[in-house]
C-alpha cells in the first residue's frame, strides 16, 4: 500500500504528470494515422464506449475510496471547498465521454457510408408540452434533491476571521482560477493574470472565425476535425483541467507541490534558483556582467520572443500548416498561428522552467516588463 | 392541442416523478428533523426533571417544616374555625350577595341611561351654542329651551346612578363586616404557606405530571416542530454584552453568551451536586447571580472563560478538555474535535483562572484566584519581569531582582563564582537563579568544553570590571551562638530561612513569602567577614535597590551573625574541579561573536591581534548580555541593558503560527507550548543545526509541572482580550498602590494584613504576641503622620519583643502610598484631621481617670520611662505615645472590645460597671460622682478614658532605655523551651539576675 502511495506521489509531480499527459494526448485525440494506428492499437477507443465510460469511472471511485484510507488524502479530498473539484473529475469525463461517443459512432457510420445519427429525421418528435416540461420538473426535483443532500452532509467551512496580519497558507484563488494561480508559478503575474486570461477570451471568441471546415457542421464527428477538436481539447484537459486539479489537490503550503498521499508540511523548502536569461548568457556563459543597457540585457530574450511569434508563423505556414494556411488565407492564418504559438508557450515555458531553472526570457523589472 | 398527445414513454416518467417527489418530500422532513433535533434539548430536557426532582423536595421540605411551626398549625386552627363561623352565616351573606348582584345590574342600566342622557344633552348643547353664534333669536330660544329640558334629565339620571352606588357601597361594607375573621385568617395562613405556593406553582410549570390537563396539552404542542416558533419551553438562552466585545478584526461585535441554554443551573441554588453541566456556578456570591460583582447580565461567561459563546453545541462552543485522557472521553462521548480556527478557546479547568488579570491587571494579586496568585508569586520570585517585559510592573515592582554585580570582588572571589554560574543549585540547594549551562541532553563533549570558557569568560569580566567597594573596618570579634539567637529572634525568618537540606514542598503565595530572601547555607565558602559585616550593617551602601531592609544592628549585633552565618560551609561545593582555561576556545568564542559584525577575513585578523586577556574580556562583555545577566544584575557597564526576552503582554494571544514548535512533539496548542517553555526552555532547539550563539538563551529553572501549570495560567491570563476594568475610584488606586508596596518588601512575610500573612508567626505558635503584630485595621488606628515618622524612624512600640520593625527607607512617596492604603483599606479618608482637644476639666474626663485606676494600668504599660510593675512577660506600649501614635475613636473601640481587632492579645477589657452597679446606694463612694454621671452610657465612659490615657505624661519614644535594659536582662523569657546544646555552654545571660 506504501509502495502504492509513493508511486502516485511520484506520478503526481508536476513534472511527470504534466509530460505524460503532453505526450500521451496525441494517442487519446489522435491527430493523424500514426497517432491513430497506436489509438487503435493501444485500446484507447474502448474509453469511448458504454463499457469505457463505466469502467472508467469506476476506477476514479476506487482510486478516490481507496485513497480516503490515508489521512493527509481525505484531509484533501473531503474539504468542503475541494468537494465539488472531485466531483470535476467526473463530470468532465462524462460530458467528454458523451460527445466523444456519438463521434466516434457518426465516424463508423461515415466509414460505412451510412449518413450520421443527425442526418435522419427525427421518427420521435419531443413535444414542449407534456414531454419537456416534465421532464425538466422531474429534473427540477432531483436538482433540488441533490443540493439538500449536499448543504445538509456537508457544512459551509469557515475558518478564523480575516486578519490582514496574518495570510492563510496556503491561499488559494478559486477553483475557476486556479489554472491561472498555477500559471503564476511559470510567468509574470501581468501575463499570467491579464494577458494569457485575455487571449485565451479572445481565441475563444475567435474561433467559430478561424474554423472554416465545412465538414462535421450539425453532427458530432472526429475524423474530419481532428484538428479542431484536438487542439481545444488539449487547451481544455490539458492546459485548464489539468491545472486545476494540480492547483487544488497538489499543490501546499508555499506553493509547494505535494503528493495526494503527502502531509502539507509548511517547513518543506525547495531549492529557489531560478534564473533569468540574460543573466544565464551573460553572467554564466560569458563571465560578464549585466549591460546597463536594458535592451543590450534582454536582447536574447526579446530575439528568442520575437523570433518565436514572427520567424516561426511562416515557416510553420510552409512546413506543418501549410494547409491551413492555404485553406483560410493570411489574415486568418495569422491570428490562428498567433493563438496557437500562445498557447504552446505555456508547456513550453514549464519546459524551460524544468530544465533550465529558467524564470524570464525577458526581464525587466524597471518597467514591470517580464515574460 | 391535445393534452393526451405524448411522445415519451410517460408511464415510466410518472414512476421517476413519483419516485423524485416521494424522495424530496422525505427529504424535505430530513431538512425540518435536522432543524428540530438538536443536543442542547437533550440537555434541557434532562434539567427539566431535575429541576422538578429539586422543586419536589423543596416542596416537601417546606411543607414538613411549616407543619412543624406552632404559629402555622395555630393559624390553620383559627382558619377552620373562621371557616365554621362563616358557613354558620351563610344564610345572611348570600341574601347579601343577591341584594349586591342586583345593586349591580340597576347601576348598569342607570349608568348607561345617564350616558344616553348626557350624551343627548351634548348635542343640544352644542346646537344652542351654535344657534348663539350664527341663529336669529326665536331659534335661539327653542334650542334652550330644549337644552334646559335635557340637562333636567341629566341631573335626574346622576341622582339615580348616585343612589344605586352609595346602596352598592353600603352593602359591600356590611358583607365585608361578615366575612373579616375568615379574610384575616386566610390571610395569615397564606402568608404562612407563601413559600409553598411559590414551590407548588414553580411544581405546576416545570414537571409535566403536575399539570392540569389544558396545561398539559399546551405542554406537548407549545414544543411541536414549527409550532415551536411561538413560545417553546426549550429554547436558547442567551445574554448579550454589548461592551465586552468579541474581536473579529475589522469588526468588533458584542459578546453573545449561549452558555445558559445547557447550563441550566448555573445560577441557582440547589444544584451544587448536580452533575454537569447543570451544577451551581462555585462562589454564586461573587459570579454569575445577579447581585455579584460578576452577574452573568454583566460578563456573560465567555468574558472570564473564553470560548466560543455563539456556541450551541458542546463541540462549537469549543470547551477544552484538561488531560489526554479527557480528551479521549470528549472524543468518544461527544465526538469531540478541537476547532482549531477559534482564537480564543475555552480554558481548561486548571487554567480557568487565566480570565481575571485582563481586568484586574493593576492588582498586585488577584483576591479569590488562587492559581493565578501562584503562578503571579512564582513569575515575580524568579524574577521572569528580568528579562520579559510586563506592563504592570511598571514603577510598581523592581526590575533587577538579583544582586549587585558592581563590587562582586569586595563580596566574593573567582574560585566561588566559577562554580556558582556553571550550577547554582550545588550550593544551594534551592536558588531561584536558574541554570543557565549544562542543561540540554544533547549537548556534547565540545559544548561542555566551550561551556566551560564561557563561565571563565563571564567570571573573569565581573571581577576585572568590578569597582572598588569602602568597607568599614570591623574588628569585634563575633558571638556564635549570640548570633544564632539574634538570627532566630531579630526577624530575619520573615524572609530568610537556614534549610541545608532540600524540602519538598508544593508553593503557595505564603510558602513563595518565606522564601523571599535567599537560603542563608554555605556563606562561609562564599563571602568574607568584613563583608558580611558591612552589609549586616547597611545592605543599601553595596546595593541601592536591594529589597533587604536595615535592621539597625549594633556593631557587635552585626559581628555575632557575621560570625554565626560564616559557621556555615560547602567544602563539597568547593572542591569540585574548575578547568583550565584554553586560549583556542577562547578564541573561538571571539570569532562567534565577532562574525556577527564583521566579514571573516576580518574576523581573523582582529582575533589574532587580541592578547588572551584581551580575547577573555571582550567574550565576557558579550556573553553577559548573550544570556540577559543585566536583566536580573546590575553590572558595570551594563546599568542600562536592556532586556533580552519576548514582551509578555498579548503573550496569551499569540498565534500558533508564531510559536516555533521546533521538532518537540507536544499537542499543537498554545497551552502545551507555554507549559513545555517553562519546565524546558531550550528544547525547541533539539535537532537544529544552528551557530552555538543563533540559539534559544532562556535558562532552565526547574519548575515542576504544578509550578509550570500555575505559570502557564498567569502567561495565558496576559491576553488581548476585550476587557471591562473595574471603575477607578480613589479608594481602589490608593490600595491597589499599598498592595505593591507591600508585596515588593514582604511586609506579609512577619505581618497579618487583610486576613493573610504573617508567615513569620510559624516560629512564635505558643505566644504570638512575641511575634511581628496583626496590622488589622491600623488605617483607622494611627495617625498617619505618626506613622510616616515611625516609617522613616522605627522605634520601639512593643518593649519585650525581640523582633524589631527594620527600616526600609523607601522613600516619601513610598510611605505615603502604604499609609493612604492603610487608611483606605479602613475607610478612613480624612486626610487632615484638627488637634484633638483634651478638656482635662470635665466629668468625662475624671470619669475615665476612674477607670483607669482601677484597671491598673501601669502593671503591664509602661508611662515614659517609668517601668511597669510586672514581669517583662507582660510589658505593654508606652501609654504616654498614645495621643501621638492612636486615633481616639479607635482607641474607644479597642477598649470596648480587645480580642475582635487584636485577636489573641493580652489586653483585657477595661472594667467598666454596669448600670446597676453605678446606682447603687455607695456607688458614688466606690466610684465617684463623676462616673455615676455616665451610667449606662459605655461610649462616653470609654471616651472618658481615652481621654485621660491620652493625657499621661512622659517621653514618647523610650527605645534606648528598653534596649539597654534587654541588653542587660537578656530575653530568656521569650523562648523557654528554646534551648539548644550550644545555648547552655554559652550560658552568659544570666537567669537568676531577675
Known sequence: ???????????????????????????????????????????????????????????????????????????IVLKPDNVPIVGLLFLAYFFLWLSMKQAVNNDNRLESGKKPDEYYPVEQKVLVWPDLVYVEFISLILCTAFMLIWSL?????????????????????????????????????????????????????????????????????????????????FGWIVLWNLLIIVGTFLRGPNWNFFGPFEYWDTHKLEPLTNINLSEIIYIRFLNQGLPTNIL????????????????????????????????????????????ALTMISLPVKMYLRWFFNLKYLIAIPEYFFNI | MSIKETHYDIFNLNRLFAMSSLFLFFLILWTFADDYVRSWKDYQKEFRKLESNLTVDLLNNESSRILELEDYNFALEELEKSQIDLNAKKVSIDSIGNIISKLKDDQFKYNQELGFAKSVYDVAKFEYEYAVTYYSSKKIE????????????????????????????????????????????????????????????????????????????????????????????????????????ENMIFAEVSRVDRCMTCHLG????????????????????????????????????????????????????????????????????????????????????????????????????????????????????????????????????????????????????REWTYRWVINPQNFRHNTWMPNFFELMDWENEVDSLRTNQEIHAI??????????????????????????????????????????????????????????????????????????????????????????????????????????????????????????????????????????????????????????????DYNGSK???????????????????????????????KPLNKLDFGFVKIPHNRISWFKQKIKYPRSFDKNKVAGPYDGLRMPKFGFSDYEAEKITTYILALNNDPNRVPPATPKKDFIEKGQWVVKQNNCMGCHIMEGKGGDILAHYESNPEYGPPNLN?????????????????????????????????????????????????????????????????????????????????????????????????????????????????????????????????????????????????DASEIFGTDLMQFAGKEDDILRGLTNYVYTIPGKQDISNEISSFFEENGYDFLNPQEETDEYDEYDDWGDDDW
Open chain 2, 777 to 921: 485595621t491600623e488605617g483607622a488606628k494611627v495617625h498617619p503622620d505618626w506613622l510616616l515618622s515611625f516609617f522613616e524612624n522605627p522605634n520601639t512600640i512593643r518593649p519585650n519583643i525581640m523582633v524589631r520593625m527594620p527600616s526600609f527607607g523607601l522613600g516619601e512617596k513610598k510611605w505615603n502610598d502604604l499609609i493612604s492604603y492603610f487608611q483606605y483599606w479602613d475607610n478612613q479618608t480624612v486626610q487632615y484631621e484638627a488637634d484633638y482637644v483634651v478638656e482635662k476639666n470635665s466629668s468625662m474626663y475624671r470619669a475615665g481617670k476612674v477607670i483607669h485606676d482601677m484597671g491598673a494600668c501601669n502593671s503591664c504599660h509602661f508611662y515614659g520611662e517609668k517601668l511597669p510593675t510586672g514581669d517583662p512577660q507582660t510589658w505593654a506600649p508606652n501609654l504616654a505615645l498614645s495621643k501621638s501614635r492612636l486615633r481616639a475613636d479607635w482607641l474607644v473601640e479597642w477598649f470596648r472590645n480587645p480580642q475582635q481587632i487584636m485577636p489573641g492579645t493580652k489586653m483585657p477589657k477595661p472594667y467598666i460597671p454596669s448600670q446597676d452597679e453605678l446606682t447603687t446606694a
Open chain 2, 623 to 653: 556573553l553577559v548580555q548573550h544570556y540577559g545577566c543585566t536583566g536580573c544584575h546590575v553590572i558595570p557597564g551594563y546599568q542600562d541593558a536592556k532586556r533580552i526576552g519576548v514582551a509578555l503582554d498579548g503573550e496569551g494571544s
Open chain 2, 142 to 245: 327653542a334650542a334652550k329651551k330644549n337644552m334646559d329640558l335635557l340637562y333636567v334629565d341629566v341631573e335626574k339620571n346622576t341622582l339615580l346612578v348616585q343612589e344605586i352606588e352609595a346602596a352598592l357601597l353600603n352593602e359591600n361594607n356590611q358583607l365585608s363586616i361578615l366575612t373579616s375573621t375568615f379574610d384575616k385568617s386566610n390571610a395569615k395562613v397564606s402568608q404562612l404557606e407563601m413559600q409553598k405556593s411559590l414551590y407548588e406553582r414553580k411544581l405546576k410549570t416545570v414537571d409535566p405530571n403536575s399539570m392540569t390537563l389544558p396545561n398539559k396539552i399546551a405542554n406537548f404542542i407549545r414544543d411541536l416542530p414549527i409550532l415551536d416558533l411561538s413560545n417553546p419551553y426549550y429554547k436558547i438562552n442567551q445574554v448579550i454584552i454589548p461592551d465586552i466585545k
Open chain 1, 153 to 233: 452532509g456537508l457544512s459551509a467551512p469557515l475558518e478564523e476571521p480575516a486578519n490582514p496580519a496574518a495570510t492563510p497558507n496556503p491561499s488559494k484563488a478559486p477553483w475557476y482560477f486556479l489554472g491561472l494561480q498555477e500559471m503564476l508559478v511559470y510567468f509574470d503575474p501581468w501575463i499570467a493574470g491579464v494577458v494569457m486570461p485575455g487571449i485565451i477570451v479572445f481565441g475563444l471568441m475567435a474561433i467559430p472565425y478561424l474554423d472554416r471546415n465545412p465538414e462535421g457542421a450539425g453532427f458530432y464527428q472526429y475524423k474530419n476535425r481532428r484538428l479542431a477538436i484536438f487542439v481545444y481539447l
Open chain 2, 266 to 413: 448555573i445560577d441557582k441554588k440547589g444544584y451544587e451536586d448536580a452533575p454537569q453541566p447543570y451544577t451551581t456556578h462555585p462562589n454564586l456570591d461573587l459570579y454569575v447571580s445577579s447581585a455579584s460583582a460578576h452577574s452573568n447580565e454583566e460578563f456573560g461567561c465567555t468574558s472570564c472563560h473564553a470560548g466560543r459563546g455563539r456556541g450551541t453545541d458542546f463541540t462549537t462552543s469549543t470547551h477544552t478538555p484538561s488531560s489526554p485522557e479527557q480528551e479521549k472521553e470528549w472524543v468518544e462521548k461527544y465526538d469531540w474535535k478541537e476547532m482549531h480556527h477559534w482564537q480564543t478557546p475555552m480554558y481548561p479547568s486548571q487554567h480557568y483562572e487565566a480570565g481575571c488579570l485582563k481586568c484586574h491587571s493593576s492588582e498586585a494579586s488577584i483576591p479569590e484566584s488562587k492559581d493565578l496568585n501562584i503562578g503571579l508569586a512564582l513569575f515575580e520570585k524568579a524574577s521572569c519581569n528580568g528579562c520579559h517585559y510586563v506592563e504592570r510592573y511598571d514603577g510598581n515592582l523592581n526590575q533587577r531582582i538579583g544582586p549587585n554585580l558592581t563590587h562582586l570582588s569586595s563580596k566574593t572571589d
Open chain 1, 1 to 75: 500500500m506504501e509502495q502504492f502511495k509513493n508511486f502516485i506521489d511520484y506520478l503526481s509531480q508536476p513534472t511527470i504528470m504534466f509530460t505524460l499527459f503532453m505526450v500521451g494526448f496525441p494517442f487519446f485525440f489522435p491527430i493523424n494515422s500514426f497517432f491513430d494506428k497506436w489509438h487503435k492499437r493501444f485500446g484507447l477507443n474502448y474509453l469511448w464506449t458504454n463499457g469505457g465510460l463505466v469502467l472508467v469511472m469506476i476506477g476514479f471511485v476506487a482510486f478516490l475510496l481507496i485513497g480516503l484510507d490515508d489521512p493527509d488524502f481525505k484531509k
Open chain 1, 296 to 339: 543590450i540585457r534582454e536582447i536574447f530574450g526579446f530575439i528568442l520572443v520575437i523570433g518565436y511569434f514572427l520567424i516561426l508563423p511562416p515557416l510553420l505556414a510552409k512546413t506543418i500548416f501549410k494547409r491551413i494556411y492555404e485553406k483560410i488565407g493570411v489574415f486568418s492564418y495569422a491570428v490562428f498561428v498567433f493563438l
Open chain 2, 459 to 616: 567570571v573573569d569580566y565581573l571581577f576585572d570590571n568590578s569597582q572598588p567597594f569602602n568597607m568599614e573596618r570591623n574588628n569585634i570579634s563575633g558571638d556564635f551562638s549570640n548570633g544564632e539567637n539574634l538570627y532566630n529572634n531579630l526577624g530575619c525568618k520573615g524572609c530568610h530561612q537556614i534549610q541545608e537540606e532540600p524540602v519538598e514542598i508544593i508553593h503557595t503565595v505564603a510558602t513563595l513569602r518565606q522564601e523571599y530572601g535567599p537560603n542563608l547555607i554555605g556563606l562561609g565558602s562564599k563571602t568574607n567577614k568584613q563583608w558580611l559585616f558591612n552589609w549586616l550593617k547597611n545592605p543599601k551602601n553595596y546595593h541601592p535597590e536591594t529589597l533587604m531592609p536595615n535592621l539597625r544592628l549594633s556593631d557587635k549585633q552585626a559581628a555575632d551573625l557575621t560570625s554565626y552565618l560564616l559557621e556555615f560551609k560547602n567544602d563539597e561545593f568547593m572542591s569540585t574541579d574548575i578547568s583550565p582555561i584554553d586560549e583556542d576556545i577562547q578564541s573561538f568564542i571571539a570569532k562567534e561573536f565577532l562574525s556577527k559584525s564583521n566579514s571573516n577575513k576580518v574576523v581573523e585578523e582582529m582575533v589574532s591581534s587580541m592578547s588572551l586577556d584581551e580575547k577573555i
